[in-house]
């Protein structure tokens, strides 16, 4: 299989490229050779995927097997990939995200839902990350490259959230951090709240599995419900990083999710992987299962991101990774907030 990947040094094109090249695939990556090292064993191009010359030289390498655009977000310049690379690809797949649809993460959501408007046209002034224009920015991107390869030849996955070794936004490896600092640690209750992380390894081995089988159509990629709660990983983060917290002890305090709303909380962000929307951990992903992706347990995909950052692991640098995350004082006065509270509750119980 020669296998060409648009990016492939930050987190799914490098484990997605990591995966090839073990599967003994032909591995080409392009992309500026600015933000991380090549994986060992891919053929890396040099170039920028906005410059239309740079691709049609690209294009001359080709043809491919399948070509994968595995982090476009500009509508304009992922269209121009797959007008110029399109022919040169048995298969074009897209990365695309759950973000695209229109309802999510207020409502459950399975292929079907709505999406929202996208321009397919749009180039993004502002390359800053912005949470807002993501989602129809990705959804312009989904229709640009529909309007240059034809659905038999086109697979699009759209993942919820991607947990795993080189993560870049920095959920997962702060939980691990806060662990392995000890103390009280405040957590949105219930701990036993449904969530659906997918390993970024498991994505990936997916994803090749299809382009194996000259797959084509549109997957959600996410864990079956029930697969994993916020309390295992949790508890999986304490386990993981227990050698080096030695006997500090960790005491994590479940406060109720209207409270840290009305306290200001950021969901997502402040308290990474905790949204109150009720469709936030609803994503039908029983397509992508009945074609064969399997889901490791989350303590697997918590012990392989803790052993990467142990070993001295560093994820591209990124702005979203500032933006995670609670100030060791808020998180302290918080907690003392809430066991206040806790308290005053008990006694007025005790008195009636």
């Known amino acids: 299989m020669r296998l060409l990947i648009l990016g492939g040094t930050w987190f799914v094109g490098r484990v997605l490229a990591e995966d090839a090249v073990g599967r003994g695939w032909a591995v080409t990556t392009f992309n500026r050779g600015r933000s991380g090292p090549d994986v060992a064993g891919v053929h890396p191009l040099r170039g920028d995927r906005t410059d239309v010359q740079d691709l ?22 992922v269209g121009l990939a797959a007008q110029v690379l ?14 695209v649809y229109r309802d999510w993460p207020a409502s459950p959501v399975d292929e079907s839902s709505p999406l929202h408007p996208g321009n397919p046209d749009l180039v993004v002034e502002d390359p800053r990350w912005d949470a807002v224009r993501y989602g129809p920015h990705k959804a312009g991107c989904e229709a640009a490259v529909r309007r240059s390869v034809s ?24 939980w691990l951090r806060r662990m392995a600092r000890g103390g009280r640690v405040l957590a949105p209750a219930p701990a036993d709240r449904p969530i659906q992380p997918v390993d970024v390894r498991d994505l990936a081995s997916f994803l090749l599995d299809l382009i194996g089988r000259s797959a084509s159509g549109i997957f959600n990629v996410a864990a079956p419900t029930g697969h994993a709660t916020y309390g295992r990983m949790l508890d999986a983060c304490a386990a993981a990083t227990r050698d080096v917290r030695g006997a500090d002890e960790i005491e994590v305090v479940w406060a109720e999710p209207d409270w840290l709303v009305e306290q200001g909380v950021r969901q997502w962000t402040e308290i990474p992987l905790w949204r109150v929307q009720p ?49 060791p004082d808020r998180e302290r006065r918080l907690v003392d907030l809430w066991e206040c509270r806790s308290q005053a509750a008990s006694g007025e119980k005790g008195l009636v």
């Open 56 to 77: 049609e030289r690209l294009a001359a390498a080709g043809p491919w097997d399948a070509v994968v655009d595995v982090g476009g977000a500009e509508p304009r310049s």
């Open 151 to 174: 659905p038999d030849r086109l697979l699009m996955v759209r993942p919820g959230v991607v947990l795993g070794p080189y993560e870049y936004v920095g959920r997962l490896p702060w």
């Open 279 to 327: 469709g936030t951990w609803r994503l039908d992903a029983t397509r992508a299962a009945a074609a064969g992706l399997r889901c490791r347990p989350i303590e697997k995909t918590v012990l392989a991101t803790w052993a990467w950052l142990a070993a001295g692991g560093a994820p591209v640098r990124h702005e979203r990774q500032d933006e995670h995350g609670f100030d």
């Open 86 to 99: 399109g022919a040169q690809a048995g298969r074009y797949v897209f990365v695309s995200t759950v973000s």
